[in-house]
């Protein structure tokens, strides 16, 4: 299977996922930053359905390619539905402050 048109976006969405992630506190910023990537996975999507037509992908690696970004739109559409879940604080909280169950900050000063 030729998959160097499918490696960069993958890298690419790895990348994306970091930046919404460090998002999290700003709950309508990670539900847009979700849905974005929901977008970009149903692109992705829509590239495979090209890549089988001109012959670049067999109907087996479509169909196993496809399964796994239906699922990650899954994940990805049960995170915005629990969004809340994710950003548990508010915007203004300073997680400097804020002390795990073990008694320990969150961040250290090194």
């Known amino acids: 299977m030729n998959c160097e048109c499918i490696r960069p976006l993958a890298r690419l969405r790895a990348e994306f996922s ?7 506190r700003y709950k309508a910023a990670f539900i847009n930053k979700i849905d ?3 977008g970009e996975a149903n692109e992705t999507q829509s ?5 089988l037509d001109a012959g670049y992908l067999s109907q ?3 169909r196993d390619l496809d399964a796994r970004y239906q699922a990650i739109g899954g994940m990805l559409s ?5 969004a809340d879940d994710f950003c548990k604080h508010g915007p203004a909280t300073d997680y400097r402050s804020i002390v795990r169950d073990d008694g ?3 961040f250290t000063d090194h």
């Not at 590239?47 to 890549?51: F, I, K, M, T, V």
């Not at 049960?78 to 629990?82: H, L, S």
């Open 104 to 106: 320990e900050p969150l």
């Open 60 to 62: 087996e690696d479509f």
């Open 36 to 38: 974005e990537a929901i």
């Open 78 to 82: 049960r995170m915005i539905d629990r």
């Open 18 to 24: 970091r930046k919404r992630w460090a998002r999290r």
């Open 47 to 51: 590239w495979l359905d090209d890549a």
